[in-house]
């Protein structure tokens, strides 16, 4: 394959995966995308959120990113990643490394379940309330909230993961950026075409398959576990 002139002697950026932790929160903007509509969503979240970025992804056990998008929540490869700019990007790093790697392993609870687009723009809205459905369901941000959450961040315990938009994490004062120490700046390589732009386009994840896969199994298994735990209430800490 011929690759695009764009890329000819062009400097991008890649994550250094000797320097990326367990639990590091990566934003991004979808501003390089081909797709007019994906630029266009992309403006709106992080408009509609007061903030520079529209989609979060946190990073579990090297290199691998888990990340909550349409088709459900997968997984990418932070070596198979670069941007166009860093602007565009965002390296957030949790002070407390034990709780960040407890977060990190709280992600990827996470994997295959479904994504919700109606608690998305619900976590976008001022005043309008957090829906009790009892879908499990989630999006990009309220991921990385629910892990923090989860892994016992003082900071996450009043802030419900539901109402977490990507600026929620931008403006935090609990995190610090490391973005310039993350990304580094390289040639770029002759087989870019062929990798996800955090800021543009994606590669397919060798995983999608398998997300969609869980995520089908988990919405059918859901609804009678939920109905059994209701019959035994007392077993409810115990729900897988």
């Not at 879908?135 to 802030?159: K, M, N, Q």
Request: one cysteine or more; charged letters at 20%; aromatic letters at 8%.
């Amino acid at each position: 394959m011929k690759q695009n002139p764009r890329y000819n002697g062009l400097q991008v950026f890649k994550p250094d995966l000797t320097k990326l932790r367990a639990g590091d929160v990566i934003l991004t903007r979808n501003a390089e995308a081909s797709s007019f509509k994906g630029k266009g969503t992309s403006d709106v979240i992080a408009t509609a959120t007061r903030g520079n970025f529209s989609h979060a992804l946190i990073c579990t056990a090297l290199p691998t990113l888990i990340e909550a998008l349409t088709d459900g929540v997968s997984n990418i490869s932070a070596q198979n990643c670069f941007v166009h700019d860093l602007k565009h990007v965002r390296v957030l790093r949790y002070p407390n490394e034990g709780i960040a790697r407890a977060a990190a392993s709280e992600a990827f609870k996470f994997f295959g379940k479904g994504y919700s687009v109606r608690a998305a723009l619900r976590s976008v809205l001022p005043g309008v309330p957090i829906s009790e459905s009892g879908d499990e369901s989630t999006f990009c941000s309220a991921l990385v909230a629910a892990a923090y959450r989860a892994a016992g961040a003082p900071e996450f315990a009043s802030i419900h993961p539901m109402k977490t938009t990507p600026a929620t994490l931008e403006k935090s004062g609990h995190f610090a950026d490391v973005t310039f120490e993350v990304f580094v700046s390289i040639l770029s390589p002759n087989n870019i075409e062929q990798m996800s732009a955090l800021d543009g386009d994606r590669a397919v994840s060798p995983m999608a398959g398998q997300s969609k896969l869980l995520n089908s199994y988990y919405a059918r298994l859901s609804v009678p576990i939920g109905e059994f735990f209701v019959q035994y209430p007392t077993l409810a800490l115990e729900k897988p």
